[in-house]
T-cell receptor, first 115, second 116 residues
Framework: GNSVTQMEGPVTLSEEAFLTINCTYT??????LFWYVQYPGEGLQLLLK?????DKGSNKGFEATYRKETTSFHLEKGSVQVSDSAVYFC??????????????FGKGTLLTVNP | DAGVTQSPTHLIKTRGQHVTLRCSPI?????VSWYQQVLGQGPQFIFQ???????GRGNFPDRFSARQFPNYSSELNVNALLLGDSALYLC???????????????FGDGTRLSIL
């Protein structure tokens, strides 16, 4: 079956530090890959996505590249801010089109950015 | 446009009771999915409904059921509540168009269910 593995947290950084959160996946075919962010007390917000190999998703300074050869979708940001403190989830959705919207999530990585 | 709305935001129940959670999708979205997020874990898929039909079911017991109405809103029902059902229940909606598999789902803020 499909699965997503994220690096264990928590991750604590100082403001303006470089961020990497590793994510690898197991899936058949060509899944779509997503990063979601969850702020305290809120639901999930889509951060970025990539739908095919070598696609780079980007948003708000965050980037992730869909690497099929290494089955990875690592999240990076060059300079984090205190407001980036949240839980980050890597997720995949099976390919094949149609109405299958089932997302498989990793366990999440808590990021804390200190001023 | 309004996003995905869920009600209630918080709910406290006791073991053995039943609960109904509600979700209204984004206007124009025909797919609704339900997820359970236990504290400290990633969301786990419970159900997907598309055009009022169940299209997917996760590994949850029969105590969990759902339905989708003609206006595409949805209810999640849980019977005989257990302590382990305490979680954040998230609803997500999507367009569900054939072939549009790269369309992301949009999540509501969830219903936090506590079982005493």
């Amino acid at each position: 079956g499909n699965s997503v593995t994220q690096m264990e947290g928590p991750v604590t950084l100082s403001e303006e530090a470089f961020l990497t959160i590793n994510c690898t996946y197991t899936a058949t075919g060509y899944p779509s890959l997503f990063w979601y962010v969850q702020y305290p007390g809120e639901g999930l917000q889509l951060l970025l996505k990539a739908t095919k190999a070598d696609d780079k998703g980007s948003n708000k300074g965050f980037e992730a590249t869909y690497r099929k050869e290494t089955t990875s979708f690592h999240l990076e940001k060059g300079s984090v801010q205190v407001s980036d403190s949240a839980v980050y989830f890597c997720a995949l959705r099976p390919g094949g089109g149609g109405s299958n919207y089932k997302l498989t999530f990793g366990k999440g990585t808590l990021l804390t950015v200190n001023p | 446009d309004a996003g995905v709305t869920q009600s209630p935001t918080h709910l406290i129940k006791t073991r053995g009771q039943h609960v109904t959670l509600r979700c209204s999708p984004i206007s124009g979205h025909k797919s609704v999915s339900w997820y359970q997020q236990v504290l400290g874990q990633g969301p786990q898929f419970i159900f997907q409904y598309y055009e009022k039909e169940e299209r997917g079911r996760g590994n949850f017991p029969d105590r969990f059921s759902a339905r989708q109405f003609p206006n595409y809103s949805s209810e999640l029902n849980v019977n005989a509540l257990l302590l382990g059902d305490s979680a954040l229940y998230l609803c997500a909606s999507g367009r569900g168009l054939q072939g549009k598999s790269n369309q992301p789902q949009h999540f509501g803020d969830g219903t936090r269910l506590s079982i005493l």
